[in-house]
T-cell receptor, first 114, second 114 residues
Framework: GDSVTQTEGQVALSEEDFLTIHCNYS??????LFWYVQYPGEGPQFLFR?????EKGSSRGFEATYDKGTTSFHLRKASVQESDSAVYYC?????????????FGAGTQLIVIP | EAAVTQSPRNKVAVTGGKVTLSCNQT?????MYWYRQDTGHGLRLIHY???????EKGDIPDGYKASRPSQENFSLILELATPSQTSVYFC?????????????FGPGTRLLVL
């Protein structure tokens, strides 16, 4: 079945460090890939999506490129701020299998130390 | 602004009791979803709905029922609550076609079953 793997359970960085959170997926065809961000006490918020090979999604300084060859959609940011501290979820949507359903990774907690 | 709201925001229940969690959306989306969030598991899909009158089982439906009486409302029902159902529950709404497959989440309900 469709699945998403996030390698890091927690990432701790200092302000202005470069961020990479790894996301790999397993699915047939061309699934849509998403990043969501969740701040304490809130629901997950949509960050951005991509649906084609080599397509780049971006928002709020975060970006990820859909790579079908390596089945990856890694989240990157050039310079993190304390306000970026949150849990980040990678997700997969495969309309061919179940319209509208998303499969989420386990999440990565980002801690940015000022 | 379109929104997803949940009630109650916090709930304490006793083992064996009945619990109903409610969700309302003003996005005019066809699809609605119930997830639970637990440390180490991320977001797991319990039930979902494609429209009024429909409910479908997600990945972990055991012990839960769902009801979609209207486009706007989607309820999650725990007929006989157990301590293992202590969790944070999120409702989401979304479309399921083209690039309109993003899901939008409510603020969550924190449930404690004693």
């Amino acid at each position: 079945g469709d699945s998403v793997t996030q390698t890091e359970g927690q990432v701790a960085l200092s302000e202005e460090d470069f961020l990479t959170i790894h996301c790999n997926y397993s699915a047939s065809g061309y699934p849509a890939l998403f990043w969501y961000v969740q701040y304490p006490g809130e629901g997950p918020q949509f960050l951005f999506r991509a649906s084609r090979d080599k397509e780049k999604g971006s928002s709020r300084g975060f970006e990820a490129t859909y790579d079908k060859g390596t089945t990856s959609f890694h989240l990157r940011k050039a310079s993190v701020q304390e306000s970026d501290s949150a849990v980040y979820y990678c997700a997969l949507g495969n309309g061919g299998s179940a319209l509208g359903r998303l499969h989420f990774g386990a999440g990565t907690q980002l801690i940015v130390i000022p | 602004e379109a929104a997803v709201t949940q009630s109650p925001r916090n709930k304490v229940a006793v083992t064996g009791g009945k619990v109903t969690l409610s969700c309302n959306q003003t996005n005019n989306h066809n699809n609605m979803y119930w997830y639970r969030q637990d440390t180490g598991h991320g977001l797991r899909l319990i039930h979902y709905s494609y429209g009024a009158g429909s409910t479908e089982k997600g990945d972990i439906p055991d012990g839960y029922k769902a009801s979609r009486p209207s486009q706007e409302n989607f309820s999650l029902i725990l007929e006989l609550a157990t301590p293992s159902q202590t969790s944070v529950y999120f409702c989401a709404s979304g479309w399921d076609w083209g690039d309109q497959d993003t899901q939008y989440f409510g603020p969550g309900t924190r449930l404690l079953v004693l």
